[in-house]
Nanobody, 124 residues
């Protein structure tokens, strides 16, 4: 398994943007489908976005579609999540996750590797 470490979270005003990064250790990152989830206080962890191992396919949750972009750089072992037009309800801990056996990123469930999360806070 790869080890995942998120960064880039912080405090932003409503309408602002953040770029989250997820750095992976290990030489097998390029074979992993990767995704992002988020968890708000009192709520379960929710899927946000996923990207195929090659980066050619992406998939987004309806709740944030149009306001975010997932991308990856396999040479840098890093996946990114660009968040735009942030709303107070987007505040959450954002988690990076990956799995080499998820072929269909439209069903990005129970990935085997998880990061520790990065906090995003949005002020109104």
């Amino acid at each position: 398994q790869v080890q995942l470490v998120e960064s880039g979270g912080g405090l932003v005003q409503a309408g602002g943007s953040l770029r989250l990064s997820c750095a992976a250790s290990g030489h097998t990152f390029s074979s992993y489908s990767m995704g992002w989830f988020r968890q708000s206080p009192g709520k379960g962890r929710a899927f946000v976005a996923a990207i195929s191992w090659s980066g050619t396919a992406t998939y987004y949750a309806d709740s944030m579609k149009g306001r975010l972009t997932i991308s990856r750089d396999n040479a840098k072992n890093t996946v990114y999540l660009q968040l735009n037009s942030l709303k107070p309800e987007d505040a959450a801990v954002y988690y990076c996750a990956g799995d080499p056996l998820i072929a269909n990123i439209h069903i990005f469930e129970r990935p085997s590797s998880w990061g520790q999360g990065t906090q995003v806070t949005v002020s109104s």
